[in-house]
């Protein structure tokens, strides 16, 4: 009888596998949401590589860089109309939304920027 106390006292039971990692949410990432994040960052790509190859070329830009740029423009007006959309639902994560709300403004700035300095 005391022997079976011993074991018992010195029994550490540890948790099972995957034991309190289980998480019951209904949240789900939106699809506009990763779909804003997925043109935002498809934007900012296409915009950073017009303008290093312009760069590149002297400073002339070249029209099929400045369709690209134009282009990107659609995507990130599309992209943000997605994020602001996704980011409004309920029971989601809100990571996408908001990556996909960040890069598509800072692609409008940019596109803006460009712009008003090709007309100085």
Request: glycine share 10%; aromatic share 12%; proline share 2%.
């Amino acid at each position: 009888m005391e022997e079976r106390k011993k074991r018992r006292k010195l029994n550490i039971k540890f948790p099972g596998r995957g034991h309190g990692r289980y998480v019951f949410t209904d949240k789900k990432h939106p699809e506009k949401g990763v779909l804003s994040a997925a043109l935002g960052l498809i934007s900012v790509v296409t915009i950073i590589y017009a303008v290093f190859l312009s760069y590149k070329n002297g400073g002339e830009a070249e029209g099929k860089y400045a369709v690209a740029v134009m282009i990107c423009l659609v995507y990130s007006i599309a992209g943000l109309v997605l994020g602001i959309m996704s980011r409004m639902e309920k029971d989601i994560f809100r990571l996408f939304p908001t990556l996909g709300i960040i890069l598509n403004v800072l692609s409008l700035i940019w596109v803006g920027l460009l712009l008003y300095f090709s007309f100085l």
